[in-house]
C-alpha cells in the first residue's frame, strides 16, 4: 500500500535533498537551467532567461501543497546551494510504481553526486511511500546517465524505440531500467 508523504527532506553522506524555494532560482538558472549542453537530453529546452526559472519554482511551490508530489533540490551539504533536481515524473497508484528523472549541474558531473541522490530517493519511496517499483530512463544516446542508474543498483530492461521527445521535439529512442523492492539492499 502506497503512503504518499510528498517531498521530505533527505540527507546522505554529501548532500540534502529538499524542496525548492523561490530564492533558488538564480542558482538553478546559472547552474543548470540555461546551460544547453546539460539540457540537451532532457525534453525541455535550456532557459534563456531567469523569469522562467522563477515561473518553473513557483509552480514547483503550488505542486508541493499534494502529498503526491516528489521533487526535490538537489544540495551539497559543503556548498548550501542547488545544483541539481531529482523528480518523480510519472506514477501510479494502482500499479504501485514509479518513474524518476534527474539532471545535475556539468561542474558536478563524474562525482557521484547523481548516483547518491538516485540512491536516497530510491530507497525513500520505496521504504518510505511504498512502490514495489521505481523506473527511470534515459536518451539513448546519453550513456553516462544509464551508468549513474546501473551504479544506483538499477537493472537495464531494453531500449524503447521512438519513445519520447527530446528538446528540440525530436522522437528519441529510451534506455529504460528499474528497481525492485526485492532488489533493494543487493548491491
Known amino acids: 500500500m502506497i503512503n504518499h508523504k510528498g517531498t521530505q527532506k533527505i540527507k546522505t553522506e554529501r548532500l540534502i535533498l529538499r524542496k525548492f524555494k523561490i530564492t533558488d532560482a538564480e542558482f538553478m538558472f546559472n547552474n543548470w537551467a540555461s546551460d544547453p549542453e546539460v539540457t540537451k537530453y532532457l525534453s525541455w529546452p535550456s532557459h534563456k532567461e531567469l523569469s522562467t526559472t522563477k515561473k518553473i519554482i513557483n509552480i514547483y511551490l503550488e505542486e508541493y501543497k499534494s502529498s ?61 511511500i511504498g512502490f514495489k517499483r521505481v523506473q527511470a530512463k534515459h536518451n539513448s544516446d546519453n550513456s553516462a546517465s544509464g551508468k549513474v542508474m546501473l551504479k544506483a543498483g538499477m537493472e537495464y530492461e531494453g531500449r524503447l524505440r521512438k519513445y519520447d521527445k527530446n528538446n528540440l521535439g525530436e522522437l528519441v529512442d529510451c534506455d529504460i531500467y528499474s528497481i525492485l523492492k526485492e532488489d533493494l539492499g543487493k548491491n
Open 68 to 128: 503526491e508530489v516528489y521533487n526535490w533540490a538537489i544540495v551539497p551539504k559543503k556548498y548550501g546551494e542547488v545544483i541539481g533536481s531529482i523528480t518523480v515524473v510519472e506514477m501510479s497508484n494502482e500499479k504501485v510504481q514509479c518513474e524518476i528523472g534527474y539532471c545535475i549541474s556539468k561542474s558536478y558531473w563524474n562525482q557521484g553526486i547523481t548516483t547518491e541522490a538516485l540512491k536516497a530517493v530510491i530507497s525513500y519511496l520505496i521504504n518510505e
